[in-house]
């Protein structure tokens, strides 16, 4: 997991894929570069800005991976996971 | 029941004047299942004009006022990124030619995911035409601790709001009685917003005056899942429920098909005892019946490919094949749920194309299309099977295998590889320029098929293939029929060729007269430059034209030329053609040959009522003719070296 | 996300008006609104709003004559969206009565009674009075088929109680009295079913 430094709870910038299977995080925004209408459909599909992901797990061979949002689960190819920004909580997640 | 979708049924479905309602919603919200509901078998499928999107329309009922539903494409949003929501967006506004605005929509939202569904709410309601909702899956939230206040909902949304269950009857009566007063619904003053956080905003008031719970996590779901994604169980079970789907469709298939058709040989069988004219028996048993027969003989693969395919998504498994196999697909350009349909293909290519339907993209359903016909079908099983006889004797051995089984291997793998790479290259020209799709598969909590909407989906594709590739199909037997017996032997042309029309010993003698002096000779020696550099002379050239209605044709077509050419008497035991004395290397190139040409009417019959024109199976047989072709000389050319 | 205020109008009859609902006692007061900082303010100068009132979990908004939801709505919407993220900046007109935290939980209170619960209570013949509320803390009467019922007090704490707290997170608790005065205390599940 990488590391830049940490204010207080917030283990912050990582992308969605470098999450582990189990680990959660806050989606902080959605790379639109190259792929605008992508970074759109991802927010519609409950990846905005401010939303709670879990990793549930990943496929046998290591894409795609199983994410649980807005009470859902839905999976995405790491490539696409990659354009999601997350911050994760030390704390462990509370709210919904 | 004064609300009854299921009145007498009548054909015009698409009558001026009938108010049109539309379903929308987002994939594996219901959907299609309330659709069955209203409609039920009064459903007709067709397409969206110049688009390879299906469109699905039928007629419901509601004491005497009369509805047309049409089952719009299952979309997340309004803004479309594939050709499938460009459709649901261009009906919405009235911009396709030939279909009309919806005067009414309903909305499917599915209980359990509502918040995401709500932001696709406020899309359609932006559109200002009078709107219902209706709520799905209540039952499977409350069983998972959710709760949501039905009538608050309405209150909060300002328009109709109704809730039905899949497997309950009740609130499908009330859906439909509340479509009857469409006229009287409440109109929303102000249109929710569409976007920002504004949007949130309007979502979760909604759901807090709704008193909405999120559901928990399914754990039937999470247990089944620990297990059906599980790197070594998860793959067992994949691929054991592959080999009995595919076991399904070919070996249980299988005796269906030789049912039909020993009915259709019976049927032969009574015309050409009881049919005066030999022509018109002939006519009428081979070309009529045949052909006819040739049409039905598919049904029971469709049938039992798209039951088979219906129990695996409606229980929710069809999306986590397409999980655990996506990673090997994507290598592809393809997704994960393009496999079944290139799986399906093994058996045959009609119910693998017609299975592309699974696939929510447009441009994959072409690229799995184009590659599906190469994967090797059952019907070029006799094909090969003849001409690996004559070009390796039965006996020949590498260590403790036959040569025959590992040519045949080698075909079956020389099929399944350019199927892949195919599709690959059409996905990469489908994809030129565009923004890729981004990939994202909803794994559903695995739910009980309903068996009405598993029926449904088993007996609508079944009537589509019949209804319209019959003509296709029939036609096609008729012409090539006609190119293989025309110009008619008359009596006394055929006892001047030393032949008794009469006797029942000249019978094969007297076809194989036929067949020689036909259109078709004439136009197996007229392609004749076309095939010489494969060193196909005129009699394969009438064997492989035959074929190009159906593969199997060519064993028919081969031996009734043979023996055309040797007289009645070629020994029994040896397989078809083995006295043409054809080399080595032009059997080779015919084996490659039928590799990849398109010889298969129903197949292009298929890809033209999936796509909606003709112009798809005719790049189908163009490439793949271009590839048999070049595949076949290169096929010669490297064996005559190896054999020289 | 968790800054915004959930808002979302229902309609109330007239063509003019709309009900926005927000969470209870968001707003410090009741009644009609004097001025409103930002652009709120501004529509309400220009007679775009030509009257906004405050109710313990509702603005209703009224547009002034020649103005329209289509043509109006969007900008009202969003100023009131703002306005809402500074309960500040409201000032009562003439005629409002402040609002204290228990009196938005007394009307919570009941507009959960008159939903769903209540339905649910009533139509197993039971009855559910809200008395009042204090230093939050809301008190309840279950009468009727509730008397001696098993599941009376799962119903009010889990139901009641739960549904309560999601619209006013600072409830403190539900007690539950018996119809005929304000005598035992049975704030805790097990007194409740021992009682009921």
Same mark, same amino acid.
Request: net charge neutral; charged share 15%.
């Given at each position: 997991?990488?590391?830049?430094?940490?204010?207080?709870?917030?283990?912050?910038?990582?992308?969605?894929?470098?999450?582990?299977?189990?680990?959660?995080?806050?989606?902080?925004?959605?790379?639109?570069?190259?792929?605008?209408?992508?970074?759109?459909?991802?927010?519609?599909?409950?990846?905005?800005?401010?939303?709670?992901?879990?990793?549930?797990?990943?496929?046998?061979?290591?894409?795609?991976?199983?994410?649980?949002?807005?009470?859902?689960?839905?999976?995405?190819?790491?490539?696409?996971?990659?354009?999601?920004?997350?911050?994760?909580?030390?704390?462990?997640?509370?709210?919904? | 029941?004064?609300?009854?979708?299921?009145?007498?049924?009548?054909?015009?479905?698409?009558?001026?004047?009938?108010?049109?309602?539309?379903?929308?919603?987002?994939?594996?919200?219901?959907?299609?299942?309330?659709?069955?509901?209203?409609?039920?078998?009064?459903?007709?499928?067709?397409?969206?004009?110049?688009?390879?999107?299906?469109?699905?329309?039928?007629?419901?009922?509601?004491?005497?006022?009369?509805?047309?539903?049409?089952?719009?494409?299952?979309?997340?949003?309004?803004?479309?990124?594939?050709?499938?929501?460009?459709?649901?967006?261009?009906?919405?506004?009235?911009?396709?030619?030939?279909?009309? $605005?919806?005067?009414?929509?309903?909305?499917?939202?599915?209980?359990?995911?509502?918040?995401?569904?709500?932001?696709?709410?406020?899309?359609?309601?932006?559109?200002?035409?009078?709107?219902?909702?209706?709520?799905?899956?209540?039952?499977?939230?409350?069983?998972?601790?959710?709760?949501?206040?039905?009538?608050?909902?309405?209150?909060?949304?300002?328009?109709?709001?109704?809730?039905?269950?899949?497997?309950?009857?009740?609130?499908?009566?009330?859906?439909?009685?509340?479509?009857?007063?469409?006229?009287?619904?409440?109109?929303?003053?102000?249109?929710?917003?569409?976007?920002?956080?504004?949007?949130?905003?309007?979502?979760?008031? #909604?759901?807090?005056?709704?008193?909405?719970?999120?559901?928990?996590?399914?754990?039937?779901?999470?247990?089944?899942?620990? @297990?059906?994604?599980?790197?070594?169980?998860?793959?067992?079970?994949?691929?054991?429920?592959?080999?009995?789907?595919?076991?399904?469709?070919?070996?249980?298939?299988?005796?269906?098909?030789?049912? #039909?058709?020993?009915?259709?040989?019976?049927?032969?069988?009574?015309?050409?005892?009881?049919?005066?004219?030999?022509?018109?028996?002939?006519?009428?048993?081979?070309?009529?019946? %045949?052909?006819?027969?040739?049409?039905?003989?598919?049904?029971?693969?469709?049938?039992?490919?798209?039951?088979?395919?219906?129990?695996?998504?409606?229980?929710?498994?069809?999306?986590?094949?397409?999980?655990?196999?996506?990673?090997?697909?994507?290598?592809?350009?393809?997704? %994960?749920?393009?496999?079944?349909?290139?799986?399906?293909?093994?058996?045959?290519?009609?119910?693998?194309?017609?299975?592309?339907?699974?696939?929510?993209?447009?441009?994959?359903?072409?690229?799995?299309?184009?590659?599906?016909?190469?994967?090797?079908?059952?019907?070029?099983?006799? #094909?090969?099977?003849?001409?690996?006889?004559?070009?390796?004797?039965?006996?020949? $051995?590498?260590?403790?295998?036959?040569?025959?089984?590992?040519?045949?291997?080698?075909?079956?793998?020389?099929?399944?590889?350019?199927?892949?790479?195919?599709?690959?290259?059409?996905?990469?020209?489908?994809?030129?320029?565009?923004?890729?799709?981004?990939?994202?598969?909803?794994?559903?909590?695995?739910?009980?098929?309903?068996?009405?909407?598993?029926?449904?989906?088993?007996?609508?594709?079944?009537?589509?293939?019949?209804?319209?590739?019959?003509?296709?199909?029939?036609?096609?037997?008729?012409?090539?029929?006609?190119?293989?017996?025309?110009?008619?032997?008359?009596?006394?042309?055929?006892?001047?060729?030393?032949?008794?029309?009469?006797?029942?010993?000249?019978?094969?003698?007297?076809?194989?007269?036929?067949?020689?002096?036909?259109?078709?000779?004439?136009?197996?020696?007229?392609? %004749?430059?076309?095939?010489?550099?494969?060193?196909?002379?005129?009699?394969?050239?009438?064997?492989?034209?035959?074929?190009?209605?159906?593969?199997?044709?060519?064993?028919?077509?081969?031996?009734?030329?043979?023996?055309?050419?040797?007289?009645?008497?070629?020994?029994?035991?040896?397989?078809?053609?083995?006295?043409?004395?054809?080399?080595?290397?032009?059997?080779?190139?015919?084996? @490659?040959?039928?590799?990849?040409?398109?010889?298969?009417?129903?197949?292009?019959?298929?890809?033209?009522?999936?796509?909606?024109?003709? $112009?798809?199976?005719?790049?189908?047989?163009?490439?793949?003719?271009?590839?048999?072709?070049?595949?076949?000389?290169?096929?010669?050319?490297?064996? %005559?070296?190896?054999?020289? | 996300?968790?800054?915004?205020?959930?808002?979302?109008?229902?309609?109330?009859?007239?063509?003019?008006?709309?009900?926005?609902?927000?969470?209870?006692?968001?707003?410090?007061?009741?009644?009609?609104?004097?001025?409103?900082?930002?652009?709120?303010?501004?529509?309400?100068?220009?007679?775009?709003?030509?009257?906004?009132?405050?109710?313990?979990?509702?603005?209703?908004?009224?547009?002034?004559?020649?103005?329209?939801?289509?043509?109006?709505?969007?900008?009202?919407?969003?100023?009131?969206?703002?306005?809402?993220?500074?309960?500040?900046?409201?000032?009562?007109? /003439?005629?409002?009565? /402040?609002?204290?935290?228990?009196?938005?939980?007394?009307?919570?209170?009941?507009?959960?009674?008159?939903?769903?619960?209540?339905?649910?209570?009533?139509?197993?013949?039971?009855?559910?009075?809200?008395?009042?509320?204090?230093?939050?803390?809301?008190?309840?009467?279950?009468?009727?088929?509730?008397?001696?019922?098993?599941?009376?007090?799962?119903?009010?704490?889990?139901?009641?109680?739960?549904?309560?707290?999601?619209?006013? /997170?600072?409830?403190?608790?539900?007690?539950?009295?018996?119809?005929?005065?304000?005598?035992?205390?049975?704030?805790?599940?097990?007194?409740?079913?021992?009682?009921?």
């Amino acid at each position: 997991m990488r590391r830049r430094g940490r204010r207080a709870g917030v283990e912050p910038s990582g992308t969605l894929a470098d999450l582990a299977p189990g680990q959660s995080a806050e989606v902080v925004s959605v790379s639109a570069a190259q792929a605008p209408r992508t970074a759109r459909r991802l927010a519609e599909l409950g990846f905005a800005p401010g939303s709670r992901v879990e990793v549930v797990r990943q496929a046998p061979l290591g894409t795609p991976v199983l994410y649980r949002v807005q009470g859902y689960e839905i999976s995405l190819r790491r490539t696409e996971a990659a354009r999601i920004v997350v911050t994760r909580r030390t704390a462990p997640a509370g709210a919904r | 029941m004064n609300a009854s979708c299921h009145g007498p049924g009548g054909g015009d479905t698409l009558a001026p004047g009938v108010p049109r309602v539309a379903l929308l919603g987002n994939p594996n919200a219901g959907k299609t299942s309330l659709f069955n509901r209203l409609t039920g078998l009064r459903a007709k499928t067709g397409n969206y004009p110049g688009v390879t999107v299906a469109r699905h329309v039928g007629s419901c009922e509601v004491g005497a006022v009369r509805f047309t539903v049409e089952d719009l494409p299952g979309t997340y949003s309004l803004e479309p990124i594939s050709p499938d929501e460009e459709v649901v967006l261009d009906v919405l506004d009235g911009t396709i030619p030939g279909v009309p $605005r919806p005067d009414v929509l309903a909305v499917v939202l599915d209980a359990t995911t509502i918040r995401r569904s709500l932001r696709f709410l406020t899309q359609v309601l932006e559109k200002a035409l009078p709107t219902c909702v209706v709520v799905t899956f209540t039952d499977e939230l409350a069983r998972r601790g959710g709760s949501l206040d039905v009538p608050a909902l309405e209150r909060a949304l300002g328009v109709p709001v109704a809730c039905v269950v899949a497997h309950r009857r009740g609130g499908h009566d009330e859906l439909a009685a509340q479509l009857a007063r469409w006229q009287e619904w409440p109109e929303p003053l102000l249109a929710p917003p569409t976007e920002g956080v504004e949007q949130s905003a309007w979502v979760e008031s #909604v759901l807090a005056a709704a008193d909405y719970s999120a559901p928990h996590q399914d754990r039937v779901t999470g247990a089944v899942d620990a @297990v059906l994604l599980h790197p070594l169980w998860g793959t067992l079970t994949f691929f054991a429920v592959m080999a009995l789907f595919f076991q399904a469709i070919f070996v249980v298939a299988a005796p269906l098909q030789g049912y #039909v058709e020993s009915l259709f040989g019976w049927l032969g069988g009574l015309v050409a005892d009881h049919v005066g004219p030999a022509w018109l028996a002939s006519l009428l048993g081979d070309a009529v019946i %045949g052909g006819i027969g040739g049409v039905l003989v598919f049904v029971p693969q469709i049938m039992l490919l798209f039951l088979l395919l219906a129990l695996l998504e409606a229980s929710g498994y069809l999306a986590r094949a397409a999980f655990l196999m996506d990673r090997v697909m994507s290598t592809f350009g393809l997704e %994960g749920r393009a496999f079944v349909a290139l799986l399906s293909s093994f058996a045959c290519a009609v119910p693998g194309i017609m299975a592309t339907r699974s696939l929510p993209s447009a441009r994959d359903r072409i690229a799995t299309m184009m590659g599906a016909p190469l994967m090797t079908c059952s019907a070029r099983l006799p #094909v090969y099977v003849t001409l690996i006889g004559i070009l390796v004797p039965r006996d020949s $051995r590498v260590g403790p295998l036959g040569v025959q089984g590992l040519v045949m291997f080698g075909l079956y793998l020389l099929g399944a590889v350019s199927a892949m790479l195919t599709a690959a290259l059409f996905k990469r020209i489908a994809d030129r320029g565009a923004e890729p799709m981004p990939f994202y598969l909803e794994l559903p909590t695995y739910r009980l098929p309903v068996p009405r909407s598993v029926l449904l989906a088993m007996w609508e594709p079944s009537k589509a293939f019949l209804r319209k590739c019959t003509t296709v199909i029939l036609g096609t037997t008729l012409v090539l029929w006609m190119l293989l017996n025309l110009p008619l032997a008359g009596a006394a042309e055929l006892r001047s060729a030393g032949l008794d029309p009469g006797d029942p010993a000249d019978a094969a003698a007297v076809s194989a007269y036929v067949v020689e002096h036909s259109v078709a000779a004439d136009l197996g020696r007229a392609v %004749g430059p076309v095939f010489d550099p494969l060193g196909f002379d005129w009699r394969v050239n009438v064997a492989v034209l035959s074929s190009f209605g159906a593969r199997e044709t060519f064993v028919a077509t081969l031996s009734q030329v043979d023996s055309a050419q040797q007289g009645a008497t070629a020994a029994e035991d040896e397989p078809p053609g083995s006295d043409l004395g054809l080399s080595a290397g032009v059997v080779a190139a015919l084996l @490659v040959f039928y590799v990849y040409a398109l010889q298969c009417v129903a197949t292009m019959a298929a890809i033209r009522r999936e796509t909606g024109s003709w $112009r798809w199976p005719a790049v189908a047989w163009g490439y793949m003719f271009v590839l048999a072709w070049t595949m076949a000389l290169l096929a010669r050319t490297v064996t %005559g070296w190896w054999a020289g | 996300m968790t800054a915004v205020v959930p808002l979302h109008p229902e309609p109330t009859g007239r063509i003019s008006e709309l009900r926005w609902r927000v969470p209870a006692g968001l707003l410090p007061f009741t009644g009609p609104v004097a001025g409103v900082r930002g652009a709120l303010g501004q529509l309400l100068l220009d007679g775009t709003v030509e009257t906004l009132l405050v109710e313990p979990a509702a603005v209703v908004t009224v547009l002034g004559p020649g103005h329209g939801w289509r043509g109006d709505g969007a900008r009202v919407r969003s100023a009131l969206q703002a306005a809402l993220a500074e309960p500040a900046g409201w000032r009562p007109g /003439p005629g409002c009565t /402040p609002l204290t935290s228990d009196q938005a939980l007394l009307w919570a209170a009941e507009e959960v009674v008159r939903g769903r619960l209540g339905d649910f209570v009533r139509s197993h013949g039971g009855s559910l009075t809200v008395l009042g509320a204090d230093g939050g803390v809301v008190e309840v009467a279950m009468a009727g088929a509730c008397d001696g019922c098993r599941t009376a007090g799962f119903t009010l704490h889990s139901r009641f109680e739960q549904e309560l707290r999601r619209r006013c /997170p600072w409830l403190d608790g539900v007690r539950a009295v018996p119809a005929a005065g304000r005598a035992q205390d049975s704030d805790s599940p097990r007194e409740a079913r021992a009682w009921a």
